[in-house]
């Protein structure tokens, strides 16, 4: 069993910040990617951004130069710096690894549950 847990999300005013982080925990052998995603009501899940864990980072143009992501290995943690946030940046924000239990298996991938991030005009 493998499990994202995130945390952080909330309602933030236009311009603000906020700081999400997610841990992943369980029968885990090694995780490549890790990184955000998020899903507004009536569209799609999109990218956010993601981090390999040899470092390399890749971003949607929506959020470029206002979120950063980055990671802690040697505790399985992916966080996302959100700044200067706006409204069309609410959403619920999920939390994804590719994630892999044993030395023989493939890597997977693994969700969390999501937290709600809600920006006010």
């Known amino acids: 069993q493998v499990h994202l847990v995130e945390s952080g999300g909330g309602l933030v005013q236009a311009g603000g910040s906020l700081r999400l982080s997610c841990a992943a925990s369980g ?8 990184g955000w995603y998020r899903q ?3 569209k799609q899940r999109e990218l956010v951004a ?18 950063t992501i980055s990671r802690d290995n ?13 409204p069309e940046d609410t959403a619920v924000y999920y939390c994804h690894g590719e994630i892999r239990t044993t030395i ?12 709600q991030v809600t920006v006010s005009s």
Request: glycine share 12%; charged share 15%.
């Open 74 to 86: 040697a505790k399985n943690m992916v966080y996302l710096q959100m700044n200067s946030l706006k």
């Open 104 to 115: 023989v298996s493939a890597f997977n991938n693994y969700w969390g549950q999501g937290t």
């Open 27 to 34: 029968s885990i052998f090694s995780i490549d990617a890790m």
């Open 40 to 42: 507004a009501p009536g």
């Open 50 to 67: 993601t981090r390999a864990r040899g470092g390399s980072t890749n971003y949607a143009d929506s959020v470029k130069g206002r979120f």
